[in-house]
């Protein structure tokens, strides 16, 4: 059965539209603008945004800075633990790790206790990457606090410790 076909959309003139340019507004958000999640995740993307930012120079996201610092707050720690630790599916952590290694960033070896798992540690390079890339995290996060002012991001800090303790 053929499909119907649509008609072209008729020509409109460069002045109308500009004026309908002019007069439309942007859609509305309804109720999502009452909706503290939805809130939450614009900031999130904002923060993401600034954070890619901050490590564009250094070719890192901020997923892969996630990694390299729990490596170095744990050194020899297990894979599948980090993948928990940051709630990153096993195999999207297995690529992480295998872009960190192929960069030389972090070394990953078959764990002496138990050969099932692989243990990482930062590698020299990646030790001296993570101590350039740390003063460009705080820039970030000094952009969110300018952003919604000093007591504002203080009390924000507070109140989302929960999920970070929550894991």
């Not at 070719?59 to 709630?87: K, R, Y």
């Not at 000094?142 to 109140?159: D, Q, S, W």
């Amino acid at each position: 059965m053929a499909k119907p076909s649509r008609s072209a959309p008729r020509a409109v003139s460069a002045t109308k539209q500009a004026k309908v340019k002019l007069k439309a507004k942007p859609p509305a958000l309804g109720d999502l603008t009452q909706l503290l999640g939805y809130s939450i995740r614009r900031a999130q993307l904002w923060i993401f945004k600034e954070f890619s930012r901050q490590l564009a120079a250094f070719e890192i996201s901020p997923a892969q800075f996630s990694v390299l610092c729990v490596i170095d707050a744990n050194p020899g720690v297990n894979q599948l633990a980090v993948a928990q630790l940051l709630s990153i599916e096993r195999a999207g952590l297995g690529r992480l790790v295998d872009h960190l290694e192929s960069r030389g960033l972090v070394r990953r070896t078959a764990s002496a206790v138990n050969r099932r798992y692989y243990v990482l540690y930062l590698t020299e390079a990646g030790i001296a990457l993570l101590a350039r890339m740390k003063p460009a995290a705080a820039e970030s996060d000094k952009a969110l606090a300018a952003k919604i002012g000093p007591r504002a991001y203080k009390e924000l800090r507070k109140a989302l410790s929960i999920f970070v303790e929550d894991g």
